[in-house]
């Protein structure tokens, strides 16, 4: 617990994340987990590798892979350049290669389905390999919020669910604005 204290205490100083109990956070993963979340959404939060880093030592193996999920999501959510992205993202998956297999491989394809979202939302088409590598989360995502036309034809054909093929079908069909 003691490079636990330390961890935390030199990245709750890092956000000026003062108004944490300590003790708590150290003896409680809910508490550690829910300060995580803080410190991922500081705008001065540092670097997405050396957090990581910190993340994936968490003693309780669950709260150490949704907080570097978490930090994935958020890093995904600040920018629409799949370059921009790719480079922190590289450093996260790094240091994820510290948690169990199949820990690692979910933030692994965590990052490729980010990197695929945001191609496409910079208007790159996916193949439809692209596509047959996603999550199913991604599938879902796409087929709920794409823009592209070609991305909802790919889908509508080749979605892994129905759910996800009729989703994306029913995007594509135009609607009459004046039928509700």
Do not use: C
């Amino acid at each position: 617990m003691t490079i636990l204290r330390a961890a935390l205490a030199a990245l709750f100083d890092a956000v000026g994340l003062t108004d944490v109990d300590f003790d708590a956070a150290v003896a409680d993963e809910h508490v550690r987990s829910a300060a995580y979340r803080r410190v991922i959404a500081a705008t001065v939060a540092p670097d997405p590798r050396r957090l990581a880093a910190v993340l994936v030592r968490d003693p309780e193996p669950l709260t150490a892979k949704t907080a570097v999920v978490e930090l994935v999501d958020h890093l995904a959510g600040t920018t629409t350049d799949p370059a921009e992205f790719r480079r922190p993202a590289a450093g996260i998956v790094a240091e994820a290669d510290q948690l169990a297999p199949k820990d690692r491989e979910f933030v692994r394809q965590r990052v490729l389905d980010w990197e695929l979202w945001l191609a496409t939302e910079n208007g790159q088409a996916p193949s439809a390999a692209d596509l047959a590598a996603a999550s199913d989360w991604m599938q879902r995502r796409l087929a709920d919020f794409a823009s592209s036309p070609q991305v909802l034809a790919l889908l509508g054909e080749h979605g892994r669910t129905q759910k996800i093929r009729n989703t994306a079908r029913n995007r594509t069909i135009p609607r009459n604005p004046a039928t509700p």
